[in-house]
């Protein structure tokens, strides 16, 4: 079935603002509540927020397989269970609703009234009630970045990670949408040079500049996903800010891997956009520096091109841009992961989101962690309005950003936005 | 509130075996299916299971505040999520009908057809939907014959383990309950003196003896729990199969800890005996061999006396019981881990499950995995009917129980019980 939402000629009677992350083209979903504190699953074109639940009841889904309420949820985990096919033909169906072409719902004000919010009538939910989160560690250059740091410069490489698209298994309960604020957590570390923990707040907590996949139900317990069919179980991307504290994490990790260094919060983006969506951004990926066992050698272009920003504001000042990178620079891609989570029959189901772990590029301006651009805090990194940070302060607000743009038509994610708050103190 | 459920003296009027693990002093909770194919919330004395959807709806727990469809659910989390004082008066209750002075459901036959099903008649479900599942490290004597066997015999413990309540993140998606047989998991692993891995089938499954805690919501994004306090968000035990794959495990986990070799597959038992009903097994726990941060400190007996056995039962022969062991070994206690894993303020909601790590005593024949009893595969164990085990082979069950004992009243487990089925094919 084709993606005519894709069509990069096609105009919407929806008033668009100049480089929109979200033109016609893109079509995201998510979940707002909206001026009547009622909840729905929706969708943006420019700066206007679409309740899909009103439009359903409507009519405007007519002839698409879907049962009454798919809208009307809190989440988007049944949606997403009604598969692929579905998605796209209501992808295509939202097209032709909002084309510029079509006059039906842009000529009935009564309806218009229902289905259209601004954005500042809604409020952004997390899109999806993740079951189980895991998060990969599959980008080179932020591997071999943590190994010269922690390990051993020459081999900063561990032996598997060549082999294995090394992930674990992370919090799905502290997985919050943007504009959640979190608090500085506190925990066990080490000061250097004793061997005796002490308590308190960490003082190094860090972004993770992430992107992250939610899944449909994919197989059943016992069944590998073969890596070339794993895409259909992918219904989209959000950005990911995986908020890490790294003194806890140093003194934690061993040998059980990272665990309250990581799970006081988790933020994502409140845009689903689907892969469908990034179609036309696709791209080869690296060439494998070793073979690959069989399950995960893919055929065709499995990686995508997404520029990718973080930005860091003080409280009261302007932003500063720390890093930009590229999605398209993780050594494992998506399919390659899922292959890999599945071959030993571990379950996928409808809601799953998977990170790709920190995305730094090949230069020190595109590292996605403070960790990496301060290097480990030897070099502080100045920001615009005076100041400079090795990890994030207090009242702090980190955002990642991210867009696809080629020929004209730009798809972007909006961003992920959340403030660092100082150690919670019950009032 | 007392727990007059735990009144020992107290006789029922449901035929009861002797020895049970379900005398009327239990009343755990589980999800079955009846012989109506209708899920419900249930309870179970002797060998009788118990329809609590059919009794609510029959008025018999009038004057507790519970929504009419509480036990009409295909889970128990939002039963648990109604909170300590809901659980006890319901106990009670139940308690109260099925007692032996009390004829009202006694006399009444066409309740008791509604209401009462024979074990054969019923197919016990998951209890709870695991929304987060956390593994702890807790045994001193399990991670000591780790330490020893793959690093340092004289050092066997790594720095952090006296001090943290080593933990990490496990997968939902594979908990399935005792009775579902579980696929010999593939993947990756190192042939020794190789440097590049294989792809195949594990070659040593084990099991992981372990008990896990359901918790109820306890906190909000940011705030701890005190260890002092912890206990009133556990809501219950289950037996715990952890499986595992050691030839995997060894390969992926350096540094993020164990994936595949775990997520394949969790077995846990049905029941879910209640922290209320093991009220009068608590002992006190091994004495801490250094101090620990104030926020580790409890008072009062935080240990349970739960006596636990494996047995692996080869196909068509008779089992051997390979371990006996305690829960009371354990080093760090439920509260400490629940202290712990919401210290950094990691939210805790209904339905979410930690494990106790595996459960080894101090000598060789109370080791809690056959990694251990068989010391890597130096020490086969032998069974009862001939042949001998190293870890796990195709079509072997395995089962562990477990039950207190104390002044004539038992309180137990029933078991967790699960082949080990030849790597999956696809039909």
């Known amino acids: 079935m084709p993606i005519t939402a894709n069509d990069p000629n096609r105009k919407t009677w929806i008033e668009t603002p100049a480089n929109t992350d979200f033109p016609i083209q893109n079509i995201p979903f998510g979940v707002f509540l909206t001026r009547d504190d009622i909840i729905t699953i929706g969708t943006r074109i420019g700066d206007t927020a679409i309740d899909l639940g009103a439009l359903h009841q409507l009519g405007y889904f007519e002839g698409i397989p879907l049962t009454d309420d798919i809208f009307l949820q809190d989440s988007l985990n049944d949606f997403i269970s009604d598969g692929k096919k579905t998605w796209r033909l209501v992808r295509n169906r939202i097209a032709d609703i909002f084309d510029a072409k079509n006059d039906q ?235 890999h989570h599945t071959v030993n029959g571990c379950p996928v189901n409808s809601g799953d989101m998977m990170g790709s772990g920190t995305i730094s590029g090949p230069t020190p301006d595109s590292y996605g962690s403070m960790l990496e651009l301060s290097w480990r805090g030897e070099k502080p990194v100045q920001l615009n309005e005076g100041g400079s940070r090795k990890f994030i302060e207090d009242n702090d607000t980190v955002i990642i950003r991210g867009y696809c743009e080629k020929e004209g038509t730009r798809i972007g994610f909006g961003e992920v936005s959340s403030q660092l708050l100082p150690v919670f103190s019950k009032k």
């Open 105 to 339: 719902l842009k000529n009935n004000e009564e309806h218009r009234k229902i289905v259209l919010f601004a954005l500042d009538e809604i409020e952004m939910q997390l899109p999806v009630t993740v079951g189980d989160y895991t998060d990969f560690y599959s980008s080179i250059e932020h591997a071999t970045n943590v190994g010269k740091m922690f390990r051993d410069p020459e081999n900063a490489l561990l032996p598997n990670w060549l082999h294995i698209p090394v992930g674990y298994h992370g919090r799905s309960s502290s997985i919050i949408p943007s504009g959640i604020p979190v608090h500085r957590p506190q925990g066990q570390k080490l000061i250097n040079g004793s061997d005796t923990p002490i308590f308190g707040p960490s003082r190094l907590v860090d972004f993770e500049l992430e992107m992250a996949f939610i899944t449909t139900d994919a197989n059943q317990l016992g069944e590998p996903i073969p890596v070339d069919e794993a895409e259909d179980y992918i219904f989209g991307l959000v950005l990911f800010n995986d908020w890490s504290a790294r003194d806890i994490q140093k003194w934690e990790y061993v040998p059980l891997g990272p665990f309250l260094a990581k799970n006081f919060a988790s933020s994502i983006s409140p845009w689903i956009v689907t892969l469908d969506a990034l179609e036309p951004y696709r791209v080869d990926g690296p060439k494998p520096l070793k073979e690959q066992l069989p399950y995960l050698q893919y055929t065709g272009k499995k990686s995508f091109d997404i520029k990718l920003e973080v930005a860091i504001q003080p409280e009261k000042k302007k932003e500063t841009v720390v890093s930009k990178t590229n999605f398209k620079y993780m050594y494992w891609n998506m399919a390659q992961q899922l292959a």
